[in-house]
């Protein structure tokens, strides 16, 4: 069985685990190293709550949640999915609440919509699945969970109860990681492994041309104002001693293919590579590793960039080179207005299409790097991937097909 890795944060990494799983569940192998990076909205708040009234240090759960989803083989699978998505609204504190409290919380309210008509088509089939049936499933794989206590002061609102599943047994699972991993494993049947870069903190700034330094994912991807391009990345000082997961060393050296999928190429990409020791098992592993090209650049983070300047990036960044460059060669014919919306979105903010130029691939075809064209971009989303089309090329590459 053909053994693949993928690396990049958990969001843009699910949709491709989940069409990976569904088509090729019975031919690959999958190993899935999510960055740990993220220090936005409510992950952060859960983040800072941890830090100031426990002072510990939550490796944070929003990326892992969607991967660990998309490669589910429960039964439960989709009910899992709205009850771990759902958010609360309640402004009472955490700690007031036991698992099982919230457990059924999120129940009535989807009951709820239910009976009022709200989401039927998404959630009529679940009703019928007795809640003591699910209390007994997940009670199966620990006894305890339903009566975990999270003693935050913090508020229940905007929360979502994934995220505060996830931080409660890690709390009580004696502050490890990998044992909340273990359970969530379990819990959702996945079979692949989901693996946090780090379990550290990962803390991450940019280093400008001009010397200037952005510190905090967050700020880097989506707030600051640039004065000068991005020269380097770093981790910041109280996450230096960063070094990775136990399971990515394994997971790298005995893959055939590492995957790695684009977009914001810094804090989600670069960011996994500057983990202690990270980049030495890249360099020692025999898998080839594809590049998924980037369909456009992004606002600051990667202005004027053309292709081979990305895989310039990831390049340095990993110690080796890249041995298969997967680009799209098909521009969207979209209207004005469509192309205002495309420009206008948060992941591309003012840029256009990146296509690669016939110089560049020669000279990415001098470097030993075969170049790959294909129509990949998913017409609904304007600058998105398109999922099928990648499993496609993908799949070819892997069989040599």
Not at 258 to 283: G, Q, R, Y
Request: a neutral charge.
């Amino acid at each position: 069985m053909i053994k693949v890795t993928t690396i990049w944060w958990g969001n843009g990494q699910s949709n491709l685990l989940d069409w990976l799983f569904c088509y090729l569940w019975d031919k690959i192998e999958i190993s899935s190293i999510v960055s740990m990076s993220d220090d936005g909205r409510t992950t952060w708040e859960l983040m800072r709550a941890f830090e100031t009234e426990l002072d510990t240090h939550l490796p944070p759960p929003w990326d892992l949640r969607r991967c660990l989803f998309s490669l589910s083989n429960s039964k439960y699978r989709d009910y899992f999915k709205l009850i771990f998505e759902y958010t609360f609204l309640n402004e009472s504190s955490i700690k007031n609440f036991t698992i099982f409290e919230l457990f059924k919380q999120v129940n009535k309210e989807l009951i709820f919509f239910w009976k009022a008509d709200f989401l039927k088509d998404e959630i009529h089939k679940f009703v019928e699945i007795e809640s003591w049936d699910l209390y007994n499933y997940i009670s199966s794989i620990s006894k305890d969970v339903f009566s975990f206590k999270l003693p935050l002061s913090s508020t229940l609102k905007w929360h979502k109860f994934w995220n505060l599943l996830m931080a409660s047994l890690f709390y009580n699972l004696w502050k490890d990681y990998d044992k909340m991993l273990n359970f969530m494993h379990k819990l959702l049947e996945v079979n692949s492994e989901v693996i946090p870069v780090t379990t550290k903190k990962a803390y991450i700034k940019a280093i400008l041309w001009n010397g200037e330094i952005i510190e905090s994912q967050d700020r880097i991807s989506n707030v600051a104002n640039y004065n000068s391009g991005i020269s380097d990345l770093e981790l910041s000082d109280c996450s230096i001693d960063a070094s990775h997961n136990k399971k990515v060393h394994e997971a790298i050296i005995k893959s055939d293919f590492i995957v790695i999928w684009p977009w914001d190429l810094f804090t989600s990409i670069i960011s996994n590579f500057i983990i202690s020791w990270v980049k030495d098992s890249i360099k020692q592993t025999k898998a080839k590793i594809i590049y998924i090209w980037n369909s456009t650049n992004k606002l600051w983070e990667t202005n004027g960039l053309t292709q081979i300047d990305f895989v310039n990036k990831i390049e340095r960044f990993l110690g080796r080179r890249i041995d298969i460059f997967l680009v799209n060669d098909k521009k969207l014919d979209l209207s004005s207005e469509q192309k205002q919306e495309f420009q206008n979105d948060i992941s591309v903010k003012g840029w256009d299409y990146l296509f690669i130029s016939n110089g560049e691939k020669l000279e990415l075809e001098r470097r030993k790097i075969k170049v790959i064209k294909a129509d990949l971009l998913w017409e609904s989303s304007f600058y998105k991937h398109s999922k099928k089309r990648l499993v496609i090329e993908l799949e070819k590459i892997f069989f040599n097909k």
